[in-house]
């Protein structure tokens, strides 16, 4: 699945990894999250290649210098720095708004006050400084990698070393597949919706031009807001890129969502050759016909690995009753997709890593799965590779592909 959003805060990126603080994206690496890594031809072009830099992100995202200038390199240095393009448009921030309107209601009460700080929120404008495709593998895929990493770390436990880098290793090919899907995404979001607009679109005298040299920052991470395991890459795509004709503009969004759907069926797919060639992984259409499963990972356990989808649920079916006690009649489909949606937000967490250790992380997956199938992730990992029908490398404990 592919899922897109606007960025606008580069400090939402790294900040908190400058301060010591976890972070959504590169703050986690201390938490056992690999470091982000340069993707796309425009990141080519600019010389970015291997793990993101903090500081050169933070320099390119949110002050648009060109990375290929030594000034970029050093934050001392940044205001000699050539840009790519013209800075990001300043607007005011809603606390700037909220001023002017309490200074234009000097008598406003709290609940007035409130009414205008709401307003404010509504009618403040922040610069998209990126967009970010979230490629997510389906929670079998997950599954799968958490099992050869729970067997990887049982292993070392145990003394045995060779086990463990076998297991380690087929743990990473199904993150190296994961990441071969969402780098799918982007190739092919590149190339049929890379275009920037020319002109003013609004007097029908505006034209598209040719964008597709994408600068893009991944980030591989291996578990969702509520710490089930989801294996999902962030893929934070800069809103500036060099046109046809030579000049850097921003993207036009609206092109990127339309291919998004299919640009998500496209990575998926890529995802699947690789766990078929690499593991002997078989996946299988759903029977809702929604996704694919790989064949072995019980549904028992894909649902257990699923508070966020359970919660969602449990919170759709509270709201939904209560609105329709209230209306007094069932709630229509439009209806019902607007209470999913509240639902949805009503149970989002922001997302921590702090208190648990990835070791702790494990045992605790480890103990759900236990719990709902009989010999947990290490039955996941040993059926998922029996079941698979291509030839792979020696297994441990003998067991082998057919």
């Known amino acids: 699945m592919l899922s897109l959003a606007r960025g606008y805060d580069v400090g939402y990126l790294l900040g908190p990894v400058q301060s010591g603080r976890e972070g959504y994206y590169t703050g986690a690496v201390a938490a056992g999250e690999p470091p982000g890594r340069w993707y796309g031809s425009g990141a080519a072009e600019l010389g970015l290649d291997g793990e993101v830099d903090a500081d050169l992100m933070e320099a390119i995202y949110k002050r648009l210098l060109d990375p290929r200038a030594p000034e970029t390199h050093s934050r001392a240095s940044w205001d000699e720095a050539p840009a790519l393009a013209p800075e990001h448009r300043a607007y005011r921030s809603a606390d700037e708004i909220y001023a002017e309107l309490v200074a234009a209601e000097e008598g406003a009460g709290p609940e007035r006050r409130a009414e205008l700080r709401a307003r404010a929120e509504r009618s403040a404008r922040q610069a998209v400084a990126f967009i970010d495709a979230t490629f997510s593998a389906p929670k079998s895929v997950t599954v799968v990698a958490t099992a050869f990493e729970r067997m990887a770390n049982d292993a070392r436990k145990r003394g045995d070393q060779q086990a463990a880098a076998e297991w ?163 709630a229509t489909v439009l209806e019902r997709k607007h209470i999913a949606q509240e639902a949805t937000l009503a149970t989002r967490k922001g997302k921590s890593h702090r208190g648990e250790t990835e070791a702790q992380r494990l045992d605790r997956w480890a103990r759900e799965a236990r719990d709902a199938v009989a010999g947990g992730l290490a039955s996941v990992a040993t059926a998922v590779l029996t079941l698979g029908k291509a030839s792979v490398p020696r297994r441990p404990g003998g067991l082998r592909g057919t």
Request: charged share 30%; with cysteine; aromatic share 6%.
């Open 168 to 330: 380690a290793a087929w743990q990473k090919k199904v993150e190296d597949a994961v990441m071969a899907g969402a780098r799918a995404t982007v190739d092919y979001l590149q190339d049929v919706a890379g275009y920037s607009r020319v002109g003013h679109h609004g007097g029908g005298a505006g034209r598209w031009i040719d964008a597709h040299s994408w600068t893009v920052a991944q980030f591989l991470q291996h578990d969702s807001r509520d710490k089930d395991p989801q294996l999902h890459v962030h893929q934070a795509v800069l809103n500036r890129v060099r046109c046809a004709d030579g000049k850097w503009r921003t993207l036009d969004s609206r092109a990127i969502t339309m291919h998004r759907m299919s640009a998500g069926a496209v990575g998926e797919r890529v995802m699947e050759a690789e766990l078929q060639r690499t593991l002997g992984l078989r996946l299988e259409t759903r029977a809702d016909g929604v996704a694919r499963e790989v064949v072995g990972v019980p549904q028992r356990i894909i649902d257990l690995f699923s508070s966020r989808r359970r919660a969602i649920s449990e919170k759709t079916q509270e709201l939904l009753n209560a609105y329709e006690e209230r209306q007094g009649r069932p």
